[in-house]
């Protein structure tokens, strides 16, 4: 166990492995549940009202998952060597990068 800062701690995967055959979660849910709910006078735990409804919940909107196309591709080595160097996740930045010129496309068109 690394002690990082003040109440920080981190585990290996061997000691997080063994506190959950022990039964310890390394929460204090006995003394979270004896804590008082927040009442709103300290603006760190504040509760903003301005997404309640009249029910008292909470609303948002969340965007809908867009479907993903499976496709080959054919894009020039040097261009994949690039992606591939930034590491995990270079899929999601070719298609973001795709997406910009197709949305840039989309508002000259309509010029």
Do not use: C
Request: glycine fraction near 6%; aromatic fraction near 8%; charged fraction near 35%.
């Amino acid at each position: 166990m690394k002690k990082k800062k003040e109440n920080i701690v981190s585990y290996s995967v061997t000691e997080l492995r063994a506190m959950e055959a022990a039964g310890k979660s390394g929460s204090d849910w006995e003394r979270a549940a004896k804590m008082p709910v927040p009442d709103g006078s300290d603006p760190d735990d504040a509760i903003p009202d301005d997404n309640e409804d009249d029910t008292g919940f909470w609303t948002t909107e969340l965007p809908l998952p867009r479907r993903k196309e499976h496709t080959n591709l054919r894009i020039d080595a040097d261009v994949m060597d690039y992606f591939r160097k930034q590491g995990k996740g270079f899929h999601t930045k070719i298609n973001a990068v795709l997406r910009s010129y197709v949305e840039q496309m989309r508002h000259q068109q309509t010029r």
